[in-house]
């Protein structure tokens, strides 16, 4: 008979983080140098609102978005992250992004957050919820606020955004983009059971409006990113990011730059017929864990299979 297995995770909490831990991620001066593919005015005349505008992911998109000549709005809880975004992209760019501190998970917030972008630039077209994130824990260990706080954040914040922004093109007659960062849940998530919960309830949901909402000419996509070097990996211990990069076959690591150019390509008029749709970015880490029959190629080897 098996022992009852005694494994428990040392918890680790935001206030834990050593700040002097290598760097995570594009910095400013990476994000500065990034190339794109697209062309200068792709964005020209456009109105992006990206939620979590102040690190990360959010903040490399609009920078991109407003290089592509977007008018551009944040939003995050931290005001100081946020006017970290609005001072680069006046030193890149020379616009003006609209920075609005918002906690997603307030509908009254989210409501009026809208309302400030619609008076603001005179409407919108494409609202990325790119706000959220987890802590890192086994679930049978989860706090009642912990499971609370990953629902409220990822599903319910997210929910109120789409549904604000959509009454906005509704009662305004305007087609209406939103992009939903989810996260790689097709095998699950262990130890990120909350997040693969709410992501995979966001994902439906996403499904769900794209046939909905196309009669208001509403489009609703989401990116499933896998590991995404940012900021945001100040949560998890060195001992799992060393590993990280091992769960997919190109045994990398993927950056904000890449996300926010798939989200500027579903911000752009190429994208115009894509609806319901997941786009996994993920180095193809859901298809990874191969048994191998014929015998494991010399490249895989050295970390073994995943
Ligand atoms: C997986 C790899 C790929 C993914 C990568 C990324 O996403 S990278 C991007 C990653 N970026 C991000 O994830 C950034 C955004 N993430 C966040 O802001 C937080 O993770 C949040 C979503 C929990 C909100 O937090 P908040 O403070 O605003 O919320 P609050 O005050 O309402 O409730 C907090 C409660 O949550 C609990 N709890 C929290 N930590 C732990 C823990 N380590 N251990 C255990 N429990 C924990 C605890 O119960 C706490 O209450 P307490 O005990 O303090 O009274
Ligand atoms: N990096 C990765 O490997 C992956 C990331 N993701 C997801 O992608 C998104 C971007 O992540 P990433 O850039 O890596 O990480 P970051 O932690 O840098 O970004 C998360 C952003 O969300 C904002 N945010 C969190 N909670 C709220 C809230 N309640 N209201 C408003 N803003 C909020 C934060 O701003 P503030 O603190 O100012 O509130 C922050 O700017 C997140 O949803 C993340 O979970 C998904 C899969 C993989």
């Known amino acids: 008979m098996n022992a009852t297995p005694t494994h428990k995770p040392k918890i680790f909490r935001p206030e834990d983080v050593d700040y002097e831990r290598p760097k995570r991620g594009l910095d400013e001066d990476d994000l500065r140098k990034q190339p794109t593919i697209y062309r200068d005015d792709m964005l020209a005349g456009k109105t992006i609102l990206i939620t979590g505008g102040g690190s990360g992911m959010g903040k490399a998109t609009a920078l991109l978005a407003a290089r592509l000549g977007a008018q551009v709005a944040i939003c995050g809880r931290d005001e100081e992250k946020l006017q970290t975004t609005v001072k680069l992209v006046k030193e890149e760019v020379g616009s003006d992004v609209l920075s609005v501190g918002t906690n997603i998970r307030d509908a009254d917030a989210v409501e009026a957050l809208i309302g400030k972008v619609h008076d ?11 706000a959220g994130g987890q802590f890192p824990q086994d679930a049978i260990d989860f706090s009642r606020k912990g499971w609370l706080a990953v629902i409220d954040t990822n599903l319910n914040g ?7 922004a959509a009454k906005r093109w509704r009662e305004d007659g305007k087609p209406g983009n939103i992009v939903n960062i989810v996260a790689n849940v097709e095998r699950g998530m262990p130890q990120a059971a909350h997040t693969c919960a709410a992501r995979a309830g966001v994902i439906y949901l996403s499904k769900t409006l794209a046939t909905e909402w196309a009669q208001w000419n509403i489009r609703v996509n989401c990116i499933g990113p896998g590991v995404i070097e940012t900021e945001g990996f100040r949560m998890y211990p060195e001992e799992a990011l060393a590993r990280f990069h091992k769960a997919n076959p190109m045994k990398q690591r993927g950056n904000a730059w890449d996300v926010a150019e798939m989200i500027a390509y579903l911000a752009s008029p190429a994208a115009r017929f894509i609806n319901g749709d997941l786009i996994v970015m993920d180095g193809g880490q859901a298809q990874w864990g191969v048994v191998w029959p014929a015998g494991m190629p010399d490249y895989f080897s050295e970390d073994g299979a995943a």
Do not use: K, R
């Not at 603001?120 to 790119?130: C, I, K, M, P, Q």
């Open 120 to 130: 603001h630039f005179g409407g919108l077209d494409t609202l990325v919820n790119n």
């Open 158 to 164: 997210t929910w109120w955004m789409m549904q604000e």
